[in-house]
């Protein structure tokens, strides 16, 4: 029916002009009218302007740099487009799952779609629609969300509110799980795998619009969720599947892979879409989720009461092992590239291979498109199909590292094959490959198999661990009558379970003396005839120990299905305390149709095993390898140089009288590079401390390595804190030389002034002397004595190993020691021909004199013994040993391959001139004459120094004539440490000497720093008997700064010691001046005596 049009009405009144005006008069001032409402939307837009102005106020306010609002300001752009972007992200995948419901809803209409218009799902016919199984869900999740806010209210609130005193009013607020259900996206029916079982994989998609707030009213702090993604395969078991009411046993649960999450926060918790953070929460939430539903954790629910069967069912047996070679890569893409892109460099790749939640990373391999890693993972592999490999390449940066390409694959074809090897394209690499081979090991419980798969990989040179030959799963159950604790408490028992270096935890059960873990753990097992596991129950502090128990894993080889399922009774813990556990070993069998042994890396296409064997077969014995087989890495170790030299403006850190009284610093370093620490000496009361200390260490090019410095104040009671500082050692590794002033940090003032040089090894001994020289001239004396070489041993194996008393198979393992530095090999276990394959390095002090000490033991006991001379070295061409080796002591005729080198460390920035034995025209008689001997160099001429340093340097210098100075000559080096600013002066030797008497003289050198002749400058050597051909090689020092050092004057006085309360009868006297002296150089120089009748 139509309405007639509205007809204005006018009522009698005042004239529209007067209406007017007295309305809006009126208006402006009623406080609930129009014009109100205006002017407090107006002074409400001004308000929150000044609201922005804010933040720039109080910064001024404050004192604060502009920066931090840029820096605010910033941070708030930030997060307010990581907000947009999951908002819109959030709405696109609303949208995208409506097409596809719309789409289904055509097709079973009848309505024909294009090809692109079809579900993703709809393209795979092994994958089926689960449309009834959404309406269930859409109908049942209204009661789902009254659910989920029961539990959060009535049970998880309250846990929260008691777990800590700051959270007791903390609340739920709201919870609606939306309107948007969980969606099935399509599922997939697993068929003939295992009849007992029913597998179903699951596509879950949740893109909903759930909210849940919270809120901690003391603190008035609100937070919550507001909208979330999840994107996954779940796979469900139904097992076992057993002959009464409900059928299935059990379901089990789990994510074959890490499902994709994004959440979107509110409240508080905004600040969990800054960039950066979001990532990181995200990621944190996903590793909880993953430490519960993420292979190898599943979630199980019983359905019957009786389940025996729930710790299998947690935790199966796995399907396999699966052994990953990560050997090569090619055509990587160039990631390194300098001036904006005009210069291309290469790429520093490295691999992390990913299987669900184990993770490798091989090492880095610097400047290679080509990279070759040659290492072997092993992988514990549960669901086949469905568990993927994925191997992704970055190029390792200082800041961020570059993506180069990722590739995956089903372990359902590693199954299938056996053994896979191929180059695998890389997706978003461009042109890359990876070369990779994969093995699938098959489980067994036939321990017969054990001895040719232990055979077999002592063949297999592998990095970065050797391989395993079984692994061991351990149910462990439940305890009985621990023993309560000291306060007669009951405890809240855990188990520690440990293999070797590897150690397992189990969860905490609260107050109780019979607890019940119901958990389960795997190890691999490298030789089970020789390990053991040892099992620690603690109660939860881990200090106290309720309960031990050691268990040799050999009794599992001679038990039914290797297997053990019983009550084990503990020790050092109550009469009746024991635990019940299951142990099942399964042996690691390769049934492939053909493997290749050979114990050097393979090419591509073969395998790191005997040549033409079989696992299954016997392995015909192959020939004695006549050479040692190091790595390509083996002997590339350089040697770091660390002087610590002084330091500046440090903070006084001793004050005295509550801060009046400001005093100064105890000041010292702690060094840190490679595992190894250092310590220098306390300098009392300085701020400007001088150490001039030398550290040295054994370095090889592992990324990520830094030379780390820590100062300290050394006090009574706790040492404080001066700064600290640092150096990449890759830096080091390049530059070869770096001195620098570092910038403390973490402390207001400071800097440290520390010199790194790099000794790479030399295979030669012509720079031996020169190097010996060199180190007595900058060896400090309170730093060790410098090294001049470096000693690099590989290990081979060893050959007619005898047998114990009882024709029993040795386990034999190598000690090597050098002047008390000491390493051993690892053991090997029950064998007659051992193959350790171990590469250890030395610092050796004095190549002449040193020995390598070489025993080969079983259980402690020597079976046979060899001293290498380490002149051998020095004599041999290149350096290098490389042979059999006979050893003595051994009853038998054992022998142990070995590769022995030695390489001399040159420093070309120790500030000392280089030294030539032989210049210019030689005269051979002279050089025969001044043959090398060994000498000794003390330092400040005290005789009974333990710290000598032997070094071999010529008797004369041969390059001279004698001189036919009456009364004989002296031989100095006189020399300027610039580190440790000081004067050093070596007395060496006098020849030719001239006495007074007709009695050969005693002689000793005693030195004066003029002009000053009192005892602070004066020096004295020891005194040499009845000699006309003195050696001393004796090194003094004095502290003076260079400028100083140039006006003063060097006397050295020859005197013969005719008793000791006597000052010695004068022979002569050497006058240096030593401003017209180069004290940079430090060679040896022979000085003319003059006469000088007084004494001093």
Request: glycine share 6%; with cysteine; charged share 25%.
């Amino acid at each position: 029916m139509e309405r007639a049009p509205e007809q204005e009405t006018v009522a009698p009144g005042p004239s529209p002009e007067v209406s007017s005006s007295s309305t809006s008069t009126s208006g402006s001032r009623l406080p609930g009218g129009i014009g109100s409402a205006e002017a407090r939307a107006a002074l409400g837009a001004i308000g929150r302007r000044l609201l922005w102005l804010l933040p720039v106020y109080l910064a001024g306010r404050a004192g604060l740099s502009l920066g931090f609002v840029v820096a605010g300001v910033a941070l708030y752009m930030g997060w307010r487009g990581r907000r947009l972007s999951k908002e819109r992200s959030l709405r696109e995948a609303g949208l995208f799952l409506g097409n596809e419901e719309a789409a289904v809803s055509a097709t079973r209409l009848g309505r024909s779609l294009g090809q692109s218009e079809l579900p993703a799902w709809v393209s795979f016919p092994d994958v089926e629609k689960a449309e009834w199984l959404n309406k269930i869900l859409a109908q049942a999740w209204p009661f789902f969300g009254q659910y989920m806010e029961k539990m959060l209210v009535e049970n998880i609130a309250p846990s929260i509110r008691a777990s800590n005193t700051h959270l007791q009013t903390f609340t739920f607020t709201k919870v609606d799980m939306g309107e948007k259900p969980l969606k099935v996206i399509g599922v997939k029916v697993h068929t003939g795998v295992n009849k007992k079982q029913i597998l179903l994989d699951l596509n879950l998609s949740y893109v909903g619009d759930v909210q849940i707030d919270v809120e901690v009213k003391k603190f008035f702090c609100k937070a919550g969720v507001k909208g979330m993604q999840l994107h996954g395969m779940l796979r469900v078991i139904l097992e076992p599947l057993i002959g009464d009411v409900p059928i299935v046993g059990a379901l089990t649960m789990f994510f074959i892979r890490r499902p994709t999450l994004d959440i979107n926060w509110t409240g508080m918790t905004n600040l969990l879409d800054i960039p950066g953070l979001s990532s990181m929460s995200d990621t944190m939430i996903m590793d909880s989720i993953a430490s519960f539903l993420v292979l190898p954790n599943r979630l199980l629910i019983p359905l019957v009461s009786d389940l025996h069967e729930a710790a299998q069912l947690r935790s199966p047996i796995p399907r396999g092992v699966v052994r990953v070679y990560l050997m090569e890569a090619k055509d990587l893409q160039s990631k390194d590239k300098y001036i904006k892109g005009m210069i291309e460099g290469k790429s520093d790749p490295y691999a992390i291979v990913r299987v669900g939640t184990q993770v490798f990373t091989s090492k880095v391999i610097d400047e290679d498109l080509n990279p070759k890693w040659n290492e072997m993972y092993e992988f514990i592999v549960h669901e086949v199909p469905g568990q993927e490999l994925e191997v992704e390449l970055f190029d390792k940066d200082p800041d961020q590292d570059d993506f180069l390409g990722r590739m995956k694959l089903d372990f359902g074809e590693v199954f299938k094959a056996r053994v896979l090897e191929e180059w695998f394209p890389l997706q978003d690499g461009g042109r890359a490959r990876v070369h990779l081979r994969l093995e699938w090991h098959t489980l067994m419980s036939d321990g017969s198999k054990l001895e040719q798969v232990l055979h077999w990989n002592k063949t297999i040179s592998s990095k970065p661990e050797p391989p395993s030959a079984a692994i061991l799963v351990v149910y462990l159950d439940r305890a009985q009558e621990l023993p309560l604790k000291k306060s007669s408490k009951e405890p809240n028992p855990m188990v520690q379970l440990s293999i070797q270096d590897v150690t397992r935890e189990s969860r905490v059960v609260y107050s109780t003396v019979s607890p019940v873990w119901d958990d389960a753990f795997r190890f691999f097992l490298q030789d089970p005839t020789t390990e053991d596991i040892d099992i620690q129950v603690k109660d939860d502090n881990r200090q106290t120990t309720l309960g031990s128990l050691t268990i040799h894993l050999s009794r599992l080889l001679s038990a039914d299905n290797l297997t053990l399922d019983q009550w084990f009774q503990l020790e050092n813990s109550g009469l009746n305390s024991r635990i019940y556990m299951k142990l099942v070993m399964r042996i690691l069998y390769l049934d492939a149709p053909e493997v290749c042994f050979n114990t050097r890396p393979c090419p591509p296409g073969h395998l790191n095993v005997t040549e033409g064997a079989h696992i299954g077969s016997s392995v015909d014995k192959s020939p004695r390898p006549i050479k040692a087989s190091p790595d390509a890495e083996f002997g590339t170790e350089s040697v770091i140089r660390i002087h610590l030299l002084e330091a500046e403006n440090l903070i006084a850190k001793d004050n005295f009288m509550g801060g009046m009284i400001k005093g100064k610093s105890d000041p010292y370093v702690k060094v840190r590079l490679g595992g190894q620490k250092f310590r220098s000496r306390v300098i009392k009361e300085e701020l400007n401390p001088h150490w001039s200390e030398i550290y040295e260490v054994v370095v090889n090019n592992v990324p990520g390595q830094e030379v780390e410095f820590d100062l300290y104040d050394k006090d009574v009671d706790k040492d404080d804190f001066l700064g600290r500082c640092r150096i990449p050692l890759r830096r080091v590794l390049s530059s070869k030389f770096v001195v620098e002033w570092l910038p403390l940090e973490d402390v207001k003032s400071g800097r440290l002034h520390v010199k790194l040089e790099c000794l790479p090894p030399t295979p030669s001994a012509a720079e031996l002397e020169q190097v010996l020289m060199v180190n007595s001239l900058i060896q400090t004396p309170k730093s060790d004595e410098l090294s001049s070489a470096l000693l690099s041993v590989f290990v081979d194996r060893a050959a007619d190993v005898p047998l114990r008393k009882g024709s029993k198979p040795p386990s034999p393992y190598v000690s090597l020691s050098v002047r008390g530095v000491s390493y051993k090999t690892k053991v090997s276990s029950q064998t007659v021909e051992p193959v350790w394959d171990e590469a250890f390095s030395f610092l050796i002090k004095r190549p002449h004199t040193e020995s390598l000490e070489l025993q080969v033991k079983d259980d402690g006991r020597i079976l046979g013994s060899l001293s290498l001379p380490l002149s051998q070295l020095l004599a041999a061409e290149g350096l290098v040993l490389d042979r059999w080796f006979q050893l003595g002591n051994s009853g038998p005729a054992i022998q142990v391959l070995m590769r022995v080198q030695l390489g001399i460390l040159i420093s070309q920035h120790s500030g000392v001139e280089a030294l030539r034995t032989v210049t210019g025209e030689e005269n051979e008689e002279g050089s025969q004459k001044g043959s090398e001997t060994e000498l000794y160099i003390r330092e400040d001429g005290d005789s009974g120094s333990t710290q000598e340093l032997r070094q071999r340097l010529p008797h004369a210098n041969s390059n001279l004539e004698l001189s036919n100075s009456p009364l004989g000559q002296l031989s100095l080096t006189v020399w300027y440490n610039m580190d440790a600013r000081k004067l050093v002066v070596i007395v060496h030797a006098c020849r030719n000497l001239k006495s007074g008497t007709r009695d050969t003289p005693d002689p000793y050198v005693s030195l004066i720093l003029l002009p000053d002749k009192s005892r602070v400058t004066k020096r004295k050597t020891t005194v040499r008997k009845k000699t006309h051909n003195p050696e001393f090689n004796e090194k003094f020092e004095w502290d003076v700064p260079l400028e100083e050092a140039h006006r003063r004057k060097l006397e050295a006085y020859i005197k013969n010691s005719v008793s000791f309360m006597s000052r010695g009868e004068p022979i002569g006297k050497v006058h240096i001046d030593l401003s017209q002296k180069d004290l940079s150089q430090g060679a040896p120089q022979w000085y003319d005596l003059k006469d000088d009748k007084t004494s001093s």
